[in-house]
């Protein structure tokens, strides 16, 4: 089995609130407490950056002695991350964070339930009583990518919306939040649908094609971040100077940076960040802590572009 497994065993002694997460540990007191977190084993892009921001936050926790201890536990594919999950279970993990990508987790996970163990999901919804949910908004990201196209062009112009129908349910609430929020705004729009894949290499390709075939956009709404800097390759390379908006959704380092390169063109992200994996981790000690937590928590959509984009920025994320 190809899996990683990472147990920091020094014990950490220190005066602790973490900033926005309500676990509070006194001078020279430190709690017992042993989280697991389970994660898809990726070395790069979103999903690899979500075992980065759970890791960084039980660091954070440990050393300010939140908790006492954390094994990450990262996995290739469903029958691994169920192997890593009965790991986390003879070790005795006080409450566990999973992201299981896979399909045909919740037996697995009912495991954990049955073992009186706190579980924080992150992401994905599961047909399972008694877990608690993270998860972004996804459409929201939609309403305010239609908000952000309206702020920059106005009411009237010739948008390419860039569908992705093989990502199933997050095309689809992406896009029904751009054409519900469309719906309540001013405009005349005409909106084209071309479909493509969430890689830059797709964005390039298609959106090559699709510049030949529309002599004129104002706006691109883009559903994700990689497709985004593949469009921009593409609009650079056809040296075209009418597009004004190109959207993203994720939250690229790469992309991020990217922003305040494009004078002519407001580019721009809806945030549906890995980074949001470190509020699961916060409330499975919450929950330890006898608190009470909401049973599935969305957090909203932030809009980045080149006027914030630094307020955004990590470095050591591989995404």
């Known amino acids: 089995m190809k899996k990683a497994l990472s147990m920091v065993l020094a014990l950490g002694m220190a005066v602790g609130c973490l900033s926005g997460t309500g676990v509070t540990v006194a001078a020279e007191e430190t709690s017992d407490y042993v989280i697991g977190v389970l994660a898809p084993e990726v070395t790069h892009g979103w999903v690899a950056a979500v075992a980065y921001y759970a890791e960084a936050r039980c660091k954070e926790m ?9 094994i990450i536990a990262t996995s290739g594919n469903a029958e691994d991350m169920t192997a890593d999950l ?4 003879t070790q005795n993990v006080d409450a566990i964070v999973a992201y299981p990508q896979w399909d045909g987790m919740e037996a697995s996970l009912q495991r954990i339930l049955d073992a009186d163990i706190p579980l924080v999901c992150f992401d994905l919804e599961f047909d399972l009583n008694g877990y ?3 998860t972004g908004d996804n459409k929201d990201m939609g309403v305010q990518g239609a908000n952000y196209i309206l702020d920059k062009i106005g009411p009237d112009g010739t948008i390419i919306a860039l569908t992705v129908p093989t990502a199933g349910s997050v095309n689809d609430l ?3 939040g751009f054409y519900e929020q469309m719906e309540t705004l001013e405009q005349n729009w005409e909106v084209i649908e071309y479909a493509t894949e969430f890689t830059r290499e797709a964005g390039l390709k298609d959106f090559a094609d699709i510049l030949v075939n529309n002599p004129q956009i104002d706006a691109v709404y883009s559903l994700d971040d990689e497709t985004s800097i593949g469009v921009l390759q593409a609009i650079k390379e056809a040296g075209r100077s009418d597009i004004k908006v190109i959207t993203g959704g994720g939250g690229c380092q790469e992309y991020f940076n990217l922003m305040p390169e494009y004078e002519d063109i407001n580019v721009a992200s809806a945030t549906y960040s890995p980074a949001m994996v470190e509020t699961a981790v916060d409330e499975a000690v919450q929950l330890l802590n006898g608190e009470t937590v909401e049973e599935k928590l ?3 959509t ?3 572009d080149k006027e914030n984009y630094e307020e955004f920025l990590d470095a050591s994320s591989p995404y």
């Open 86 to 89: 009965d790991d986390l279970l």
């Open 174 to 176: 992406r896009m029904e």
């Open 298 to 300: 969305v957090i909203p």
């Open 132 to 134: 608690y949910l993270v």
């Open 62 to 70: 440990k050393e300010s002695g939140a908790i006492k201890d954390y």
């Open 302 to 304: 932030t809009i980045v």
